[in-house]
Structures are given as structure tokens and as C-alpha cells.
């Protein structure tokens, strides 16, 4: 069936550093893909989506780029801040059914 | 602008008894998802209402059901309720529903805890 395979975490990285973290889906048709970030004592916010193959989301200095051929959304982004501290989930959307992977937690230490 | 809405914020049941959660969703979204959020897990999609039908559903056990209003808000029923029940519940908003439902808002949540 549809599902998502997300980075198990937690990831802790130094200010400046470099983040990637891995999103792999299974799933038939086209689905679209997003990113939402959850941070500490507040609710989920999607941070970034892409509807078609190569599209590329982007915000907040995030990126990722929706991959048909290896079926990936990895979450990139060039230089973290300690205020990028959260749980990053991947998540799709097939049209009636939502898949949300289990969640990575990163934290940035100065 | 008010964002989603949902009641009440925590909630304690006995086994086998019966909730009702309550969601409004922003002012002029139609589409109303509720999942659940079990401790340390990505959200489990249960339903998806868009213009006051069922869009989509997910794999949840019959006594789980729900209905949106004609002002586009939503319940959440679940009966018959089993201490694995007890997770956050959220409710989530999008102007259209279905493939379309690109941004999808989600509300604070209702904390459910079955004894």
C-alpha cells in the first residue's frame, strides 16, 4: 500500500551546519508531497509541498525537490539555526488518503 | 483571522463509552481532515470531509465516524472506546479537498486519554 519512509531521528547538528533529511514514498498515481515542521508547544505547519515530478518546494531557506524516478523528497537545507530546532515530517497526499511519516527530530546547538 | 478550531483541548474517558470532538475550520475552507497522533508518532489520517461528504478514509475500525455541518464544521465519533484509543487528535482545514488539498491547516488538537 501508499506510505511514507522518513530519516529516523533524532539528528543534532552544530549552528551552520548542513541538513538533509530522507523522504522515500511509496505510493500509485501521482501524489503530491510535503513537508511539515512541528515546533516545540505548537502544532504542525506545513513548511513546504510539491504537486508534480521536479517540482522543487522551497521556504524558510528549505528545500526539497520531488523525485518520480527514486520516489524521494529529501529535506535540505544549506546552513541550520538553532531556531530551526523541531520534528520534520514528510507527508503525501494520493487524492483521498493522507500518509505522514513517524517524524525526525532535529536539534541545533549553538 | 481565527485559525482551526477544536474542542475540547483534553478529554478523559472510561472504556467503552463514547466521545465527540469537535473541529471549526478557517473561514472559507470546505475540507475538513481529522487524524490521530499517537506519542512519538507521525498523524494517522481518519477522515477527510470535503462539502459535507466523505472524500476519503482511512484505516480506522468502524466506530470511528464523523460528519461535517453545512457551515463546514466537523465531529468526530468514536464508540465503543478501547484504552488504544487514547492519542492527540487533530483536525486540519484546506479550502478544497482531495488532490487539491494542498495546504492543509491544522488545529491544536484534542487530547484524548481512555482509562
Known amino acids: 500500500g501508499d506510505s511514507v519512509t522518513q530519516m529516523e531521528g533524532p539528528v543534532t547538528l552544530s549552528e551552520e551546519a548542513f541538513l538533509t533529511i530522507n523522504c522515500t514514498y511509496t505510493?500509485?498515481?501521482?501524489?503530491?508531497l510535503f513537508w511539515y515542521v512541528q515546533y516545540p508547544g505548537e502544532g504542525l505547519q506545513l513548511l513546504l509541498k510539491?504537486?508534480?515530478?521536479?517540482d522543487k518546494g522551497s521556504n524558510k531557506g528549505f528545500e526539497a525537490t520531488y523525485r518520480k524516478e527514486t520516489t524521494s523528497f529529501h529535506l535540505e537545507k544549506g546552513s541550520v539555526q538553532v531556531s530551526d530546532s523541531a520534528v520534520y515530517f514528510c507527508?503525501?497526499?494520493?487524492?483521498?488518503?493522507?500518509?505522514f511519516g513517524t517524524g525526525t527530530s532535529l536539534t541545533v546547538i549553538p | 483571522d481565527a485559525g482551526v478550531t477544536q474542542s475540547p483541548t483534553h478529554l478523559i474517558k472510561t472504556r467503552g463509552q463514547h466521545v465527540t470532538l469537535r473541529c471549526s475550520p478557517i473561514?472559507?475552507?470546505?475540507?475538513v481532515s481529522w487524524y490521530q497522533q499517537v506519542l512519538g508518532q507521525g498523524p494517522q489520517f481518519i477522515f477527510q470531509?470535503?462539502?459535507?461528504?466523505?472524500?476519503g478514509r482511512g484505516n480506522f475500525p468502524d466506530r470511528f465516524s464523523a460528519r461535517q455541518f453545512p457551515n463546514y464544521s466537523s465531529e468526530l465519533n468514536v464508540n465503543a472506546l478501547l484504552l488504544g484509543d487514547s492519542a492527540l487528535y487533530l483536525c486540519?482545514?484546506?479550502?478544497?479537498?482531495?488532490?487539491?488539498?494542498?495546504?492543509?491547516?491544522f488545529g491544536p488538537g484534542t487530547r484524548l486519554t481512555v482509562t
Open positions: 486540519a482545514s484546506s479550502l478544497e479537498g482531495g488532490r487539491a488539498a494542498y495546504e492543509q491547516y
Open positions: 505510493a500509485t498515481g501521482y501524489p503530491s
Open positions: 510539491a504537486t508534480k515530478a521536479d
Open positions: 507527508a503525501l497526499n494520493t487524492g483521498n488518503q493522507f500518509y
Open positions: 473561514s472559507g475552507h470546505k475540507s
Open positions: 470531509y470535503y462539502e459535507k461528504e466523505e472524500r
